[in-house]
């Protein structure tokens, strides 16, 4: 018997990275997180076939923008090791890495944008522990449950 799938939402500014730019990739890995809790959820939650809110973060309209899948298990984050990249970290070892990722397949972009202000609407339905909606919670990778990505797509 296979576990249960689970559900995910995961932020990525448009600029930098938007469900557009996953369709034409298709699958893409999903690095530079370097937040521990993240990094906890995609390296020890994570698994191939969970479902993925793919929200756009720090942009004129936040929201929801598509759905996509965990397409791999979680393996070390390349760009820890590279000097020149943005997310190098000189603790990271090969035979101690410290951050790791996933990689994300595209499923769908929504019919439209589920904006935040619309999500923060149902704040109360999606119970006190929903991380895009309270108060301080700067994680972009996150575990969602099967009401809240319930009720999150009925909106679409």
């Given at each position: 018997?296979?576990?249960?799938?689970?559900?995910?939402?995961?932020?990525?500014?448009?600029?930098?990275?938007?469900?557009d730019d996953l369709a034409r990739a298709g699958t893409e890995p999903w690095n530079g997180v370097r937040n521990y809790q993240a990094r906890n959820f995609m390296r020890d939650g994570m698994r191939v076939g969970d479902g993925v809110l793919f929200y756009h973060s720090n942009c004129a309209v936040p929201g929801i923008a598509g759905i996509a899948r965990i397409a791999s298990p979680s393996y070390p984050d390349e760009t820890q090791f590279d000097p020149a990249?943005?997310?190098?970290?000189?603790?990271a070892s090969r035979e101690q890495p410290r951050w790791y990722l996933v990689d994300v397949a595209f499923?769908?972009?929504?019919?439209?944008?589920?904006?935040l202000a619309e999500i923060r609407e149902h704040a109360e339905e999606l119970g006190?522990?929903?991380?895009?909606?309270?108060?301080?919670?700067?994680?972009?990778?996150?575990?969602?449950?099967?009401?809240?990505?319930?009720?999150l797509l009925s909106l679409e």
């Open positions: 018997m296979s576990a249960r799938r689970r559900y995910w939402m995961m932020k990525s500014e448009p600029d930098a990275f938007s469900i990249s943005h997310y190098h970290d000189p603790k499923e769908r972009k929504l019919r439209r944008l589920i904006p006190e522990g929903f991380a895009l909606t309270a108060r301080g919670n700067r994680l972009s990778v996150f575990p969602v449950t099967t009401p809240q990505w319930q009720l």
